[in-house]
């Protein structure tokens, strides 16, 4: 099982951005996916999880800001990310569960500053 993010880099706050991340070796559209971010010295916390049917799920932090997405045909999940706020700089990573086991890809920096 593989996950890659894309799309993280450096936005004022207001900006937008738009990650996403490629699945591969796993039956994606039966999948559910996340997203997760970490802060510097703080714990990694659930952002965003789109079930197989495209249910969505945000953190109440992101509400209003944040859309979870999928694309099944190119085994694809989005985080697009709106009206970015300095408080949501992080490492952010890509999640899936599969036969019993949690797969991660290896993040994506998103920083907010002006």
């Known amino acids: 099982v593989q996950l890659v993010e894309s799309g993280g880099g450096l936005v004022q706050p207001g900006g937008s951005l738009r990650l996403s991340c490629a699945a591969s070796?796993?039956?994606?559209?039966?999948?559910?996916m996340g997203w997760y971010r970490q802060a510097p010295g703080k714990q990694r916390e659930l952002v965003a999880a789109i079930t197989s049917g495209g249910n969505t799920n945000l953190a109440d932090s992101v509400k209003g800001r944040f859309t979870i997405s999928r694309d099944n045909g190119k085994n694809t999940v989005y985080l697009q990310m709106n009206s970015l706020k300095p408080e949501d700089t992080a490492v952010y990573y890509c999640?899936?569960?599969?036969?019993?086991?949690?797969?991660w890809g290896q993040g994506t920096q998103a920083t907010v500053s002006s």
């Open positions: 070796g796993i039956i994606f559209r039966l999948n559910a």
């Open positions: 999640h899936a569960t599969t036969a019993g086991r949690d797969y």
